[in-house]
């Protein structure tokens, strides 16, 4: 576990000083300036919106990152031949997947806080300036915690794609990588659709694919709570658990596959 | 316990796009390399030397054959606790200064805090890295990074050292650094393998070398053993001589190359030492200028056995459309 820490730690600093970092900047910019504009537009409606936008702006920025530096973390490192003076040190190629992961994790964490508390500072803001925390219309405080249960669920669905990212970057090449992530993200947004697919078609074996897609494919709907913890519809604790446990499954496998084919691979 | 050792070592790449073919880039090699010896692996480009290398490294699977390091399977995590390895112009992390370049490996190799900042403080000094350290790799030029390489390739004090193309990129002095540190590498015991395609580096530095062509071994022992580098006649320059004067001894000359009035250039076979024809033109008044031994170059012999592998690939291709 000493080689993962110190190679997760490397990724983390790779992202600092490539200025990844500087996406923050750019996204309380971008709540403080909507923020603005919606106390000059709407009435009573300002901070449900800043609500949504500031989850789906997190969710965006998030998957930004976790897409375009995931997809970076294998094929970078032999595409620059800065593989092979680090596999020559005593560390095993699955250490070495599981430590540009978890290094990964990590810069997500800390952008998804940054960005929360950035979130939140706008809707103190708002509520200070609305003279209240609860005002009527409003379904939900301007500083409600559960705010945190969609925060949560961003990051479980963050560290799938950055799983997805990685286990892509293990064998193809960066461009074909990205398409294949942000297909797979969008797909996972629509895979529900899948499960009761054979109530709409009779071939059998079109609804035995439909099943198999939706079982083999992330399905990603159940992290978007969005709307429900922005109307103040109650998200259970085992709604979350449930969807916890699946992320960490799901992620375990996308890790073993591209274990698996990495310690396989030549490094011409 | 040799320091390394392979048996019969192949690897075939695929190569072409739609019609895979393989490609045979290492053809059953067997080597052995004794514990403390600087072995010096020859070749042109495109021989196969990287190619061993990183078998020997356990980047690459072979497709044949097996590799051994100090007495264990090439790959072995606590093999790659004994060795250093320093790739062909390597990269490394841009976003590191050399400091942090080598304080991470030294992390990965597994020695704490205070050994850390300790052995790179004392690498970083070995191979000239001054106030540079604390700049990034970004800034550093192509020989500035080879000497982070290679301290990143000793930093565990390695038993065997394996370097690809150490001196490619450097300047004659960084050259010179790169042979002194090889000399103190095996003043320490260490066994160091190195590929080149210079053999003046090898002279210099190698009590054995393998020579490669085509991906097949076709020599190996000591520079002064093998065939190929022995000496294949001579080259003598007199002066003062008048022409007729040598023609009497013209059976004993191979060719005479005029190079001034007086001056002449005499090859001779390697069969008739120079002495007695040097005594007797001495005689006649002669004054020696040069006598130089007649070797086959390097690169002669692989452009040899370059030739030779087509010819003998080509005579196989033969054999298998029968």
């Known amino acids: ?146 705010l945190l249960k969609a925060v949560a669920m961003i990051f479980l669905q963050l560290m799938i794609v950055t799983a997805i990212a990685l286990l892509f970057s293990t064998f193809s090449s960066p461009a074909l990588a990205t398409a294949l992530t942000l297909a797979l993200y969008v797909v996972g947004h629509f895979n529900a659709d899948l499960k009761n697919f054979d109530a709409v078609v009779t071939s059998r074996p079109a609804a035995f694919l439909a099943k198999t897609l939706y079982y083999t494919l992330p399905n990603l709907s159940p992290f978007d709570v969005k709307a429900q913890v922005v109307h103040a519809v109650p998200v259970p604790v085992g709604y979350l658990l449930f969807n916890t446990a699946y992320a960490l499954i799901y992620i375990s496998a996308l890790l073993t596959a591209a274990t698996v084919i990495f310690i396989r691979r030549d490094f011409k | 316990m040799p320091a390394i050792a392979t048996e019969g070592l192949t690897k075939d790449f695929a190569i072409g796009f739609w019609r895979r073919r393989p490609y045979r880039a ?162 320490r015991g260490c066994t160091v393998f190195f590929s080149s395609h210079v053999l003046a580096d090898a002279e210099a530095l190698c009590s054995r070398v393998a020579i490669l062509a085509g991906g097949r071994l076709v020599a190996t022992g000591r520079m002064s053993d093998i065939q190929a580098f022995q000496v294949r006649g001579w080259e003598l320059v007199v002066g003062n001589l008048a022409g007729p004067a040598l023609e009497k001894y013209r059976s004993r000359i191979q060719r005479v190359t005029p190079i001034a009035d007086d001056r002449f250039a005499l090859e001779l076979a390697q069969e008739s030492p120079p002495d007695g024809l040097l005594r007797d033109l001495i005689a006649e008044g002669a004054r020696l200028v040069s006598l130089n031994p007649v070797r086959h170059t390097l690169e002669d012999y692989f452009v040899e056995q370059v030739q030779k592998q087509a010819h003998s690939r080509m005579d196989d291709g033969v054999k298998e459309s029968r």
Do not use: C, H
């Open chain 2, 26 to 187: 290492l053809d059953g090699l067997t080597l052995s390399v004794e514990q403390g010896e600087v072995f010096g692996f020859l070749g042109p480009n495109g021989a196969g030397k990287t190619t061993t290398l990183k078998l020997l490294l356990q980047l690459i699977f072979p497709t044949a054959g097996r590799a051994e390091i100090l007495g264990k399977p090439a790959g072995d995590v606590e093999v790659k606790r004994r060795i250093g390895y320093l790739p062909e112009s390597p990269y490394f992390y841009d976003y590191l200064t050399a400091e942090e370049l080598l304080t991470y490996f030294a992390g990965l190799t597994g020695y704490d805090r205070r050994e850390r900042t300790r052995r790179v403080a004392s690498l970083l000094d070995e191979v000239g890295i001054g106030a540079e350290r604390r700049l990034q790799l970004r800034k550093f030029s192509k020989g500035m990074l080879q000497r982070v390489g290679i301290a990143q390739a000793i930093l565990n004090d390695p038993e065997v050292v394996f370097l690809d193309e150490p001196m490619s990129g450097l300047d004659p002095l960084g050259r010179r650094e790169v042979r002194n540190l090889i000399l103190r590498l095996r003043e």
């Open chain 1, 1 to 146: 576990m000493r080689a993962v820490r110190f190679i997760a730690i490397n990724v983390f600093r790779e992202s600092v000083r490539d200025k990844v970092l500087y996406n923050l900047v750019l996204f309380a910019i971008m709540l403080m300036a909507v923020s603005f504009l919606l106390g000059q537009l709407t009435a009573g409606q300002d901070v449900k919106i800043i609500k949504d936008l500031g989850l789906a702006a997190i969710a965006i920025f998030g998957l930004f990152i976790a897409t375009f530096i995931g997809i970076g973390l294998v094929s970078k490192e032999v595409e620059r031949r800065s593989i092979y003076s680090l596999l020559s040190k005593p560390i095993r190629r699955q250490e070495f997947i599981l430590g540009k992961y978890l290094g990964l994790v990590l810069t997500l964490a800390v952008n998804v806080a940054a960005m929360t508390a950035a979130y939140y500072a706008v809707l103190a803001y708002m509520a200070w300036k609305a003279g209240g925390n609860f005002l009527p219309g409003w379904e939900a405080p301007a500083l409600d915690p559960m």
